[in-house]
């Protein structure tokens, strides 16, 4: 299966990149200019107004103000913070049991954190945003990972999920964390995780789904339909020749990550979460 990096998204990637850089070295820059000024304040929010207002004499105009207060205000973001709160997700009624608060006339149920979790990444279903979340959720407990080969980022995806498509680091032979995009076989990766593990998606309204990869997947431009403003309803009108024509080798140097012959069109929500076309319709 031939897969290569978005270029659209290598190109955000790197323009993010060189703002944080800039960012930074901002913030450094201020960094070291504020800590030789006068410290006015008491290093928090809540006694910034104090040091505006801290002195009725020289150097109190609204310059000098201003940027005692942008100093204050950056030596309280500054300040170390405390760890992220747990992250609590439901679990089994055994677990909910042990869970209980004692203590109190009406018991409370709690969450228990589960540190072993799958996370099936359906395309252009927030899956980017909530894998980001997760993944440092994971990195934060110094959890085991599933992940690609080198040089993909998705294991096997279209192709049915299968041992050789992922590596575990060194000394793993049942990771903790799945996130990278796949076929749901729960079988397999009942076998695969550690025990007990979560099982977690993202859905989306198949139409606006379908829009979205029309747009991502750069559809318009690989089917002969680029710079048409009325592109995705002409595809839709036809869907058949411009399928065709999208998933046709010929189009394959154009086509990042997806493999020849395979419809974005037909519900890729099902496809992924392991239906199989023309035969799971009445399930």
Not at 7 to 29: C, D, E, F, H, Y
Not at 253 to 258: L, P, Q
Not at 269 to 279: D, F, P
Request: net charge positive.
């Amino acid at each position: 299966m031939r897969c290569c990096v978005h270029p659209a998204a290598v190109k955000r990637l790197a323009i993010r990149s060189l703002l944080l850089l800039a960012g930074l070295w901002l913030l450094a820059t201020a960094a070291t200019w504020f800590g030789n000024q006068p410290d006015d304040s008491a290093h928090g929010y809540g006694e910034v107004h104090d040091a505006v207002d801290h002195n009725n004499g020289g150097g109190n105009s609204v310059g000098s103000r201003m940027w005692r207060f942008l100093g204050a205000a950056l030596r309280a973001q500054l300040q170390p913070r405390p760890p992220p709160p747990p992250l609590l997700l439901p679990d089994s009624e055994e677990d909910d049991a042990a869970g209980d608060v004692e203590g109190s006339k009406n018991k409370r149920r709690r969450g228990v954190e589960r540190q072993s979790f799958v996370y099936l990444k359906v395309i252009k279903s927030a899956s980017e945003t909530i894998t980001s979340m997760l993944r440092r959720f994971g990195l934060s407990r110094h959890l085991s990972f599933a992940m690609p080969l080198p040089k993909k980022i998705y294991l096997g995806w279209p192709n049915p999920l299968r041992q050789e498509y992922i590596v575990l680091p060194s000394g793993v032979s049942h990771p903790s964390v799945l996130l990278d995009q796949c076929v749901y076989n729960r079988t397999f990766l009942d076998g695969l995780m550690a025990k007990p593990c979560v099982y977690i998606t993202s859905l989306r309204e198949p139409f606006r789904q379908l829009q979205s990869l029309f747009a991502y997947y750069n559809m318009a431009e690989i089917s002969g339909l680029g710079g048409r403003p009325d592109a995705f309803e002409t595809y839709l009108s036809d869907l058949p020749r411009y399928d065709r024509e999208y998933q046709s080798p010929r189009r394959a140097a154009k086509r990042y990550c997806v493999p020849d012959n395979y419809s974005l069109t037909k519900n890729t929500m099902s496809r992924i979460l392991g239906y199989v076309e023309g035969q799971d319709a009445d399930k």
